[in-house]
């Protein structure tokens, strides 16, 4: 641990008190003289009866954090992870996520395995070297001779064996030690498919989740919220829903008008008898069509920014083949299983919410500085959560708690409707990309379609048009980030200049182009250029952020060039990965695991992509055929390289997950707006896979010893390209527009 | 007020009769298990058993189950002999096949919908003890699950069937 400063969290999380490990454990013993635990850093707790108590700073939203952080810990610590009790860290800058570019305590970018993966290790490390040298001294025996086996110091020589229980005070007193991580040959948990230590309650209904949360007197609240953006309340008459039994109160607050009563249901028909006229602004004149004309317009110029720029692409079109095609990504709903809710209560000049977040952090920050309170006197605690998908990384939910919270002066829980929650989304941003890309054959190869041969790509030119994520979310980023201790306007400023300069474009938002920007194949001339759009329109990260509209358009794109130099499309990635040898291994993997030459049934379609993201690699091939307009998903055969994988059955898990997610998105949803109001409301209309379309999910890991890397969201990008491109291969129609069924019903929209 | 038998024990609540008895099992009995997904019947995360059978709790009255059996995940695992002996289930105590099945496939991730997945498994196995995969698709295409653990309930489902067969 090479004399780390280190943050001590509390149990409450309350304090966090700065540890500079090395010379002394003098703080280690003062916190055992206080609790008789011992607690050697901000995530593992040992009692004297022997109980492990492991802090999880990374929230279990179902991507299994519970599970890999608990063998991450326990390996080093040299106890049974089914043994521990886990809790879910509390508010507290200990727990701030360590990767370098977040330090705010948010659960996102599918850092979790990478950023925790040194710190978790060597934090058990420590408490096992704590523990053995008190044995050691104890026993007055050499620490080379005592061993840490399951909850155990043993020394064999003389049959003697301690429980870490008994040794959390001799422990307690020891300097914290450098320490060595044991050698992978060792590791009996790391590499294991461990089962999931979350899921019992989640099968025996006593999981509780944001909306399970119960409090004495607890109120609930359900907000009627503008029918546009920027909607204000112009008049409003709320006798009829005051007068409903069981109403107990009707708050406007800044996000609408909150009916308060004793349950969902008398709150959800009062709302119904609230009568509301609302100021609609500019709001009402939302249109997708208009949206996505003024998108195409701007990519049909020279883009704002230049994102990449290699060789001369401007130069390179006006030579040998030309293609050119524009495709369309639209916003999209993160629709998690659970609706938004939080649950406040402010008492005594305390704040505490409980609720269903990615970010701890984030909704301290928001929460205080919606209702003027100090940080320290504002608690969130983290419940189960039912889908996170990056929708959880805002905390809108959070703050209108507590704005009532302070009002009514009672615990009160609001509750989003499933309308609310797909009307008032922060969305996967949408994005247009005009593409001119450029050809030249070799001799004899216009003849032979589709063989290897000597057709490349000579030139590409890749317009994005994107709505910046940064320009939304980064305000509340920024504003968690700062010191506890900044002052609030010196944290108001900081919070806002980013946003400002992605908005105009001065600031090339990195999450627009990822993806894009990085296009990993040998192109000799590869131009990229961005340009921000704003529409007024929320958005937010959905699972895989930029990479999951551009690796749609990149890779559908490329395989429309492979076509048109008449190169096989696997063989001409292979061959411009050249240099790419993680993208290039994934993609053999997954062409040979699914059998790229060999032939399929009458109708069958094989696309094929690959795509890096969260510092992963992912390829995937996907087999359809498709029926008039009914896209029928065979089977899906995945490769994926995560660096060393910490748990595989989670892994493909995340994989199947990831699968699932994107085709529901590829093939089923968008969000659109009609004079401002957003058409899919609820899942009869914003649809997502189901059992009966799911297909076979082959998932095969590339075995590793980098440093683990991203799993929740790598597997997202590359099914729509693959799926999209089998669907040319059956079909002969190019979608270039998603949905995909929306696509092929509507005609001229696939060619 | 309306009297209900809710996992095997009678209970008498005051709720206006058009209530979806969702929000009853929630809001008045703190059955918390049974989720609020959508409200339209669309999603299956409010599954519970009106007499044996699959329901959608969202969408059905609680005035229409005055004297009805009504099963939650709760409620699930009470063996009918400790119903007779008036012992109250805990979470925590034995589990049904359907949700042994569940733990031994790792079936849940966020696992919000998954207390519906089952409920709908057990009345399918009730029904149909040996299901096809066509009969599980037939039986759970009206569940769904946004984390898409669809191919580890497929596998469940035919490991509960086959630990419950005699």
Redesign the interface.
Known sequence: MNRRTFLLGTASGALAIGCAFGRTGGRVWRHHQRTGELQPNAWIRILADGRVIFTLDRVE????TMTSHAAMVCEELEVDPTTITILPAEASRAYDNPDRQIRVQITGGSTSTKASWQPLREAGAVAREMLRRAAAETWAVPLGECVAIAGTIQHAKTSRMLRYGELVKAAARQDTPRVRLKDPAQWTLIGKSL??L????????????G??V?LPGLL?AVIVRPPVRGGTVAKLDASAARAR?GVVDVVQIPEGVAVIA????EARTGAELLQVTWDEGHGGTLDTDALFAAFEKLASARGQRTAHDAGDAYEALGKGTRVEATYRAPYLAH?????QNATCWIRRGRCEVWAPTQTPGIARFRVAEAIGFDLDDVAIHTT??????GRRGLVDYAVEAARLAQRVKRPIKV?W??EDDQEHDWYRPMAVSKFVGSVEFGTGNESRPLQPGPGRITGWLHRLVAQSIVTHEAGDFLGARVPNATPRALRRLVSAGPPRMTARGTLLDPTSIEGAADLPYAIPNLRVEYTPAETGIPVGFWRSVGHSFNAFFTECFFDELAHAAGKDPYELRRELLASHPRHRAVLELAATRAGWDTPLAAGVGRGIAVHASFHSFCAQVAEVSVTGNRVRVHRVVVAIDCGRVVNP?LVA?QV??????GL?AALKQQITHRKGRVQET???TYR???????P??ETHLVTSTEDPTGVGEPGVPPIAPALCNAIFAATGKRIRTLPIEAALASPGAAS | MVKLIVNGKSVTVVA?AE??LL?VL???L???????????A??G?CTVHVDGEARRSCVMPVGELAGRAIT???G??TPPEMERAGERWR??TA?HAV?EA??AE??????????GQ?MTTVALLAANPAPTDDD???A???????????????RAVHRAAKAIRP
């Open positions: 939203m179902g991507q299994g089962g999931r979350d899921i019992r309650p989640k099968v025996d209904g006593s999981g509780i989740y909306v399970d119960q609930t039994r004793e349950g969902y249901w629709a998690t299983m659970e609706p189960l959560i039912g889908g996170g998908f509750m409707s499933r059955g898990a199947e997950s990831a699968v699932i997610y529901s609820n899942f009869h997502s896979l189901r059992m009966h379309e799911t076979v999910i | 206006e209530t979806p929000w929630r809001d008045k703190g059955l918390t298990g049974t989720k609020f997904g959508c409200g339209i669309q999603c995360a939650t995940i709760e699930l695992a979470a925590g589990l949700q569940w733990l790792n079936v849940p991730q966020c696992g919000y919908c998954q207390a089952i599980i698709d037939s759970l295409s009206a569940n769904l699950c946004r984390c898409g653990t669809y191919p580890r309930i497929r």
